[in-house]
């Protein structure tokens, strides 16, 4: 399943092309700007706050500020799942 927004890159030929060489990759539209149903807002929120009041050098920098963080919650279904319950979609 893919949620999306309508965003330009969606609507490319290349991403239509996708899907139709994708049958079983289903599609579901978000309206326009809706953050609070979007689980992967949360996602980000839970990395940013992870590297608040960090003052990256450089790119090598912040790839190691970020990798503390985002390996939590890579291994961490309780996590994942909490990003998916703070949207206000309905989940299992």
């Known amino acids: 399943m893919l949620f999306w927004d309508g965003g330009r890159p969606h609507h490319a030929a290349l991403t239509h092309r996708f899907l139709k060489e994708n049958p079983r990759l289903k599609t579901e539209r978000f309206p326009a700007y809706a953050p609070e149903l979007n689980p992967d807002e949360f996602v980000w929120n839970y990395l940013k706050r992870g590297i608040?009041?960090?003052?990256?050098?450089?790119?090598?920098?912040?790839?190691?500020?970020?990798?503390g963080p985002l390996g939590r919650l890579k291994r961490s279904q309780k996590l994942l799942r909490g990003c998916l319950k703070a949207s206000e979609l309905s989940w299992p």
């Open 52 to 67: 608040a009041n960090s003052a990256p050098k450089d790119l090598a920098h912040l790839r190691r500020l970020i990798s």
